[in-house]
């Protein structure tokens, strides 16, 4: 069984700061991936950033980078530089075998200008 | 622009009628997927096909039928509904290549209001 983990239900962040978002997650799968995805209030899910259970480096796209520590389930999201388009839900997600993927509670990100 | 295409946008039914939804990707992706959110919840998964056979049905009420004619085209019927069914329905498909562990592309979503 997979699940995942965000203790953050909101949080809020001065714009141009960085900010961390937690990720905990829990499988008996040795492969699998984690992804992070963006959801503003218009209801698009849009897929920020992804890591491979076998990657050794953490991913970076743009001012997104995921916190991988493997050993800890941890896949942390940092966003650098916040804009107020930032401002979204935040869900980090799973995906192992059978293809069956799993999001998080999500965490309400505020930008304050 | 998203490359998954779902419609209709929003959707509004009583119980008693039969509507559907309907999703198209054009990627090649050989994996679809239906998933359910409610307002400020999580996405729900309700079912999965992976070469257009149906691989994950998360014990969805039958009132909810999936259809997946081809690798291109997924739908989701909807007969007898009821009003706790009103959510945002989302489409996804991603790749299975080499057993790919890739992330999913969603559609922008059907909003669906069950009177």
């Known amino acids: 069984a997979q699940k995942i983990t965000q203790t953050q239900p909101g949080m809020f962040v001065q714009e141009k700061e960085a900010v961390t978002l937690d990720c905990t997650y829990d499988t008996s799968d040795q492969s699998y991936g984690l992804f992070w995805y963006k959801q503003p209030s218009s209801g698009e899910m849009i897929f920020l950033i992804y890591q491979g259970s076998y990657d050794e480096q953490n991913a970076t796209e743009g001012r997104y980078s995921l916190n991988f520590q493997k050993a800890r389930k941890s896949a942390n999201l940092v966003i650098s530089a916040s804009q107020l388009g930032d401002s979204a839900m935040y869900f980090c997600a799973m995906r192992g075998g059978y293809q069956k993927v799993t999001f998080g509670t999500g965490t309400k990100l505020q930008v304050i200008p | 622009d998203t490359e998954v295409t779902q419609t209709p946008k929003h959707l509004v039914m009583g119980m008693t009628n039969k509507k559907s939804l309907k999703c198209e990707q054009h990627m090649g992706h050989r994996a679809m997927y239906w998933y359910k959110q409610k307002a400020k919840k999580p996405p729900e998964l309700m079912f999965v096909?992976?070469?257009?056979?149906?691989?994950i049905n998360e014990s969805v009420p039958s009132r909810f039928s999936p259809e997946c004619p081809n690798s291109s085209l997924l739908n989701l019927h909807l007969h007898a509904l009821q009003p706790e069914d009103s959510a945002l329905y989302l489409c996804a498909s991603s790749s299975l290549a080499g057993g790919d562990l890739g992330e999913l592309f969603f559609g922008e979503g059907s909003r669906l209001t069950v009177l």
């Open positions: 096909y992976s070469y257009e056979k149906l691989s």
